[in-house]
């Protein structure tokens, strides 16, 4: 099972809205369920992707094959791809991640347009939790 939290998956499919019709490739994180506010039913060493980095379209040397050269690989333990042309799956380009999350318009969070893949391209059960890192403020 792949556990993402909905705002990730808005901010996610929102990415892809906005560069649609181009593709949009980026590295994302997790942070353990016991860190997060809401995901009390998860065990506290459950990984949960909950954070992203930002893609930069107009630097072609940071997405070279699909990945983001300048996020450190050991930071981003999955990527998310944007496909516009409405193939669901893990392409060549995407199988550089341990999890690849696939969207594909109409851009909304239901099985037919988000999926969770494996590096093999095999579908992975996904589960979206309604759950947020605690807050934090800058203190300065």
């Keep these: 099972m792949v556990y993402i939290t909905r705002a990730l998956v808005d901010v996610l499919l929102d990415l892809a809205s906005d560069s649609d019709p ?3 490739t980026t590295g994302v994180s997790v942070t353990p369920a016991g860190e997060l ?63 690849i999350f696939v969207a594909v318009p109409p851009w909304t969070a239901d099985e037919d347009s988000f999926a969770a893949f494996g590096r093999d391209g095999q579908r992975h059960p996904l589960e979206i939790v309604d759950a947020q890192p605690p807050s934090q403020s800058l203190s300065g």
């Design 22 to 24: 181009d593709r949009v």
């Design 37 to 99: 506010e809401g995901a009390d039913a998860l065990p506290p060493d459950t990984p949960v992707f909950t954070d992203f980095f930002l893609p930069d379209p107009g630097n072609s040397v940071n997405a070279v094959f699909g990945v983001d050269l300048s996020t450190p690989a050991r930071q981003a333990q999955g990527q998310f791809v944007s496909h516009p042309v409405r193939e669901l799956e893990v392409t060549k380009r995407d199988d550089l991640a341990q999890v």
